[in-house]
């Protein structure tokens, strides 16, 4: 049974593969740190002294190697009570010395698709992007020893775009994001229960009860122009070989004009359609036509708003005062969300933002 916990704002459990509490390691665990990425990655870590640990498993009654068992147990992390983080560890390193110590990682449940490959033929005609995600993960979660847990109900799919695809041994986790990453693609998320949400036209809402502001709750910001990455004219190559091959140019005749002839060569393997292709060259348009400006700002994580008050795919607003080099005043969409947690519970918040 697991021993009490000790005071903290941020729990850390520790649940078998089933999802069952083995132990609540609360308070005695240090160097926490989250990382959320739209559409994308949710990672966990913390250290704890092996000493510490080493006592804790022997009050509890079960072998350290097995409470920290790599690819079988998983982590949920807690935030004044609420859920935030829920995933299975991945990375467990032992540090012996004058001191000893242990590092837990773990990753979010849609790495475990990283795994996961569809059949050598799966076809989907004119079906909704977003039922067909849930069909990659219903069907192979039904393979012997594949139930992952994740849950997929059709109540958790909002209606998006009608879309075609072919695959021939595709790697499901590839297969959403790819999904997701073309023009009038939706967003998705694993929450920490592992269910499977599809947002459409996109995820978060806009915020307006608060703002992100230099001087003020912004601690810190960074703002980078990158230009290194534009893209004008995209030769999306499909499957087949030479004559057979499908391929499409898409082009911004705008960026041309601007910024001169900047190609790119994108090849998708697995897709067939023209239809498709020309889908992800007008995704890689939209993104990269122009220089793309990303803010990465550090709240301090004691001032207002308080982390749980925005979420990834929010638009906040976003000023900087008195620099005539950034006139900023605008809302920016929430990509990315850092978490770190001193020994004090003090946080420290770090968003990526895009307009």
């Not at 804790?56 to 920290?68: A, E, V």
């Not at 994001?177 to 998705?188: C, H, Q, R, Y």
């Not at 910024?259 to 498709?276: G, H, N, P």
């Not at 004090?344 to 895009?354: A, F, P, R, S, Y």
Request: hydrophobic content about 40%.
């Amino acid at each position: 049974m697991a021993q009490q916990a000790l005071e903290t704002k941020f729990g850390v459990e520790i649940l078998d593969s089933a999802g069952n509490l083995v132990a609540d390691l609360t308070g005695r665990v240090k160097s926490r740190s989250m990382r959320f990425v739209r559409d994308g990655v949710y990672e966990a870590s913390f250290t704890m002294d092996l000493d510490t640990l080493e006592q804790y498993c022997r009050t509890i009654n079960i072998l350290p190697i097995s409470l920290l068992s790599v690819g079988q147990s998983q982590v949920k992390i807690s935030r004044i009570g609420i859920p935030i983080f829920g995933g299975q560890i991945m990375f467990v390193e032992s540090s012996l010395g004058e001191t000893r110590s242990i590092t837990v990682k773990a990753v979010g449940w849609l790495e475990l698709l990283t795994a996961r490959f569809t059949a050598a033929s799966v076809i989907y005609t004119a079906q909704d992007a977003g039922s067909i995600a849930k069909q990659l993960i219903d069907t192979n979660q039904l393979l012997s020893g594949g139930d992952l847990g994740i849950l997929t109900s059709a109540s958790y799919i909002k209606a998006s775009v009608n879309r075609n695809r072919t695959y021939e041994n595709k790697n499901i986790k590839d297969a959403i994001i790819e999904l997701s990453a073309v023009k009038n693609g939706f967003d998705f998320e694993f929450t920490w229960d592992k269910k499977f949400y599809v947002y459409y036209p996109q995820m978060g809402t806009t915020r307006t009860e608060f703002a992100f502001e230099y001087p003020g709750n912004i601690k810190k910001l960074r703002i980078s122009d990158d230009g290194k990455a534009i893209v004008n004219s995209v030769l999306v190559r499909g499957q087949g070989f030479g004559d057979a091959q499908t391929t499409t140019t898409r082009t911004d005749s705008g960026s041309f004009t601007a910024y001169k002839l900047r190609q790119k060569i994108l090849d998708v393997s697995d897709v067939i359609e023209l239809a498709t292709l020309q889908d992800h060259g007008d995704e890689v348009l939209r993104v990269q036509a122009s220089p793309v400006r990303i803010l990465q700002i550090t709240l301090d994580g004691n001032r207002l708003p308080a982390y749980g008050s925005y979420q990834l795919g929010d638009r906040v607003p976003v000023r900087v005062y008195g620099f005539a080099a950034y006139p900023i005043d605008a809302s920016y969409r929430i990509d990315e969300i850092n978490i770190k947690i001193d020994d004090n519970d003090g946080e420290e918040i770090e968003l990526k933002v895009t307009l």
